[in-house]
């Protein structure tokens, strides 16, 4: 036994022990594909062996196929070879699986002649997510093994199964604590009979459930193309020999795997992953123990970060300056978590363990005991520096105190204190108990451990933590800037706010940014704009008319009628035209493709500059950021990945072209972008450079 192999296997009491030792999670790379199918023509040459077992070394059976081989020259055995060698095997093979046995890991055992799970054991298909299907024999084994219609719902909903249910649907025969000692039993009771193989359509059940199941899940699935290959190739289960199933779900694997949409799914689920590494933080470096929380605000922002941290089972003290603000704040809590409840989403027992994480309290001094302290007040710099100062002097040494300001200098803020070592950003989104980005901002002094605890302490409140350096509005912030200046321009020049919206929802956003400041009122914009001193005619139009948006039942649409979305509103158009005459601009029909270059790529031209002052580590970061701050379509992989996709030369070329027709110089083409371009690269060539 060669302890560095993928795959190990020890012949022992009549039964060959094979196991996947791939840390670190068993994904089914060449090597352990070849594994395996060596170890079964060692085991079936053994006369001394009578049966065999095959388990997963570590955290898990094994997580599937190995992703990063995609799209690189095919390594033999293919995972289907190395499958259909686990079933032609003459002695019985069992699988006993712990922890997570998914995609290609699942459809290993499939081809095993009986599975038994550990009560831990996940089972399920989630290639769907990766915009595939699963491609090593599970649309046409798991049906002939469970049923089409509980088969079509793993595969579509790619979600996995506990133990239990997998013993109910009969994807396991067995759940036991000793998962390999049960396997080994059950082998060798099914030592000498013929090796059940899940070939047989007896199990598929009737075929009109099939097809209604059908319907339903290709309605409810909309434009999704691995939904649509799932049920042609579970078809085919009840039609043609598992062979034809096969060639035919190999055939849709193929398909997708090279498209452009499985290939920006991909490129997130690792980008996310890779969003964790930090460039330049030293080796190993520990985030500090975070055992209780403090948030300074009990406003919209500060009551949502609480209830992170009660969700996350972590004591929670929220801090008002006065008893009214501080009751205002709890019950819009209690609020949320009602809502929950009564969306049958939590329980109220789980509420109640949560609400009793969550103490009230007023004045700074209750942020003594905090580990981390998180502010949460109004965007202002004043404001934030007083308070920083006081914290200070009462936070306990350690702490890490955070700001959750969305644009403001995090440095500035760090030196109202005399520990800028343990200052740093903590960005969430709103409704911050919701959306998953969190952004990091790492001051220029903030300590290594600092970063660490915060990108920890994001996992542990379920979010996904991407780091930032310091400019004003980070990463997404800035590049929405961006958007939403061209967005008014495209007023100005012609367009109206239903057709800039459709463009952006065309593209696969869920709501234009016209819908979207109208959704989160747009004196929020206004009070920016005049802080800074810049003008958005439009935009401050509407304000000084008083239409903010959906709270005063009017903005950029009309929302007084029984449309919940609003209606376009002549008096809006006749306010941008007004505007636009004032502004001596002779207005245009513009058109969908060009408003939704105009909304993306300069978003797409700032992400470059954020590369080039290492705002961001690296494009990926960007991605993740626009995917779960502002629920871009993950099936364009974000807009860095979007921008390889679309090729930098035609980038450089339409950013040139706007510019020059609007004479807004900040459309010009970012020096990385045209640098990259000119080189014929992409952002993805980058690598990670220290934030
Ligand atoms: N291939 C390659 N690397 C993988 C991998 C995979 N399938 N799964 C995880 N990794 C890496 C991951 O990038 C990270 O790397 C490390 O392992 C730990 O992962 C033919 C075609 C199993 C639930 O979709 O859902 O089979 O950042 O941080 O939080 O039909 O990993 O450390 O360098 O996520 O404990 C189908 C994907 C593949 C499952 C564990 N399988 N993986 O979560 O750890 S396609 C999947 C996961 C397929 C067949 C088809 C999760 C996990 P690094 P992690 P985790």
Partial sequence: MTPSAPVTSVHADGVALVRLSNPPVNALSGAVRGGVV??????????????????????????GADITEFGKPPVSPSLSEAIASVEESPKPVVAAISGNALGGGLELALGCHARVAAPDAKLGLPEVKLGLLPGAGGTQRLPRLIGAVPALKIM???????????????????????????????????????????????????????????????????????AAAIVDAVRLAFEKPIEEGLAAERAHFVRLRDDPRSKALRHLFFAERAAAQIPGLPKGTKGREVARAAVIGGGTMGGGIAMNF????????????????????LERVAGNYATSVKRGSLTEAARDQRMSLIKGAVGLEAAAEADVVIEAVFEEMGLKKEIFGKLDGIAKPGAVLASNTSYLDVDEIASATSRPGDV?????????????????VRGAKTAPDAVATAMELGRKLAKVPVVSGVCYGFIGNRMLARRTAQAERLLLEGALPQEVDAAL?????????????????????????KAQGKRAPIADALCEAGRLGQKTGKGYYDYSGAARSGVPDPEVRALIERVSAEQGITRRAIGQEEITERLLLPMINEGARILEEGIAARPGDIDVVWLYGYNWPATTGGPMFYADTIGL???????????????????????????????????????????
């Fill in 38 to 63: 060596d170890a079964l023509q060692k085991a079936n040459a053994d006369p001394a062996v009578r049966a065999i077992v095959l388990t997963g070394e570590g955290r898990g059976f094994s997580a």
């Fill in 156 to 226: 579509v909903e790619g979600n996995p199964i506990g133990a239990e249910a997998a013993k109910a649907a009969g994807l396991v025969q067995e759940v036991a604590a000793d998962p390999v000692g049960a396997a080994t039993a059950l082998a060798l009771s099914l030592a000498g009979s013929t090796p059940r193989r899940s070939r047989d359509a007896a199990n598929l059940g009737a075929r009109e459930a099939f097809e209604e199941a059908a319907v339903a899940t290709l309605k409810r699935a909309g434009e999704n193309p691995s």
């Fill in 310 to 329: 009660a969700n996350a089972g972590i004591p929670v003290t929220l801090i008002e300056t006065d008893q009214d603000a501080l009751t205002r704040g």
């Fill in 424 to 440: 740093l950003g903590m960005h969430f989104f709103s409704p911050a108990n919701v959306m998953k980005l969190l952004e990091v």
């Fill in 505 to 529: 929802t065309a593209y696969g956003f869920r709501m234009g940014p016209f819908q979207m400041g109208d959704l989160a009122g747009l004196d929020i914009g206004w009070r920016i704009r």
């Fill in 649 to 691: 030369p035609r980038i450089v070329e339409r950013l040139e072209r706007f510019a020059a027709q609007s004479g807004d110089e900040t459309l010009q083409p970012a020096p990385l972008l045209r640098r990259l371009a000119a080189e014929g690269r992409g952002f993805s060539s980058l690598e990670a450079k220290a934030a």
